[in-house]
């Protein structure tokens, strides 16, 4: 430590590690990420891409819509819609469903 110096005080050289300058990365902001000319990418990602995503969630969402309708298919054919299923005697609602 040099007389008078501080050894919390920041290098004031031009070198740094490795007998480099330290370069400032490119300046890259909102609307850099929204389109970028020289990657031609839209959001960070390419046109190709963008359309594998689409094409992947529009076949997922139309699987899972089938998955929910067989669900719902299965669900209404087990009812019967003369006779509520938990009526009668031997039932938590019991005959009287509207009194204690």
């Not at 031009?14 to 890259?28: D, E, F, I, R």
């Amino acid at each position: 430590m040099a007389k008078g110096g501080s050894r919390y005080q920041p290098e004031d050289g031009p070198l740094m590690s490795n007998g480099k300058k330290a370069v400032a990365p490119p300046k890259t902001g909102f609307m850099h990420f929204l389109y970028n000319k020289e990657a031609g990418t839209c959001c960070g990602r390419t046109s190709k891409s963008w359309f594998q995503i689409i094409v992947f969630y529009i076949i997922f969402y139309f699987l899972l819509a089938l998955f929910w309708l067989g669900c719902l298919k299965i669900f209404l054919s087990t009812i019967d819609y003369q006779l509520p299923r938990f009526y009668g005697p031997g039932t938590i609602i019991g005959v009287n469903p509207g009194m204690f």
